[in-house]
């Protein structure tokens, strides 16, 4: 079973930054899979916010934080970074890691993974 922790998240200014990494527990792996990051925010559905396949690197970014947010692998195969800049109060979230073996391309749906951490609070104030 794959376990996913996610940390990171805290209280920033707008027009900060914080790093989130999504780690995969108990020595798994993630060479095979897709890595997505969601975020849900009170009152809203989840909402995928990027994702990478870790084997070929393919990335996605929504409009929203297209060219603030970076996504990327970790050398151990089993972390994924999701560096986020020029952070704006609606970026405000709980901030959530996935993982799925093959999910479809393009933007990163909920229901299309299996595995999901905990989540970690993204508060950015104004």
């Known amino acids: 079973e794959v376990q996913l922790v996610e940390s990171g998240g805290g209280l920033v200014q707008a027009g900060g930054s914080l790093r989130l990494s999504c780690a995969a527990a108990?020595?798994?792996?993630?060479?095979?899979?897709?890595i997505a990051w969601f975020r849900q925010a009170p009152g809203k559905e989840r909402e995928g916010v990027s994702c990478?396949?870790?084997?070929?690197?393919?990335?996605y970014y929504a409009d929203s934080v297209k060219g603030r947010f970076t996504i990327s692998r970790g050398n151990a195969k089993n972390t994924v970074y999701l560096q986020m800049n020029n952070l704006k109060p609606e970026d405000t979230a709980v901030y959530y890691c996935?993982?799925?073996?093959?999910?479809?391309?393009?933007?990163?749906?909920?229901?299309?993974?299996?595995?999901w951490g905990q989540g970690t609070q993204v508060t950015v104030s104004s």
């Open positions: 990478i396949s870790y084997s070929d690197g393919y990335t």
């Open positions: 108990s020595g798994f792996t993630f060479d095979s899979y897709t």
């Open positions: 996935a993982a799925e073996p093959d999910p479809p391309l393009g933007v990163p749906t909920a229901h299309a993974y299996g595995y």
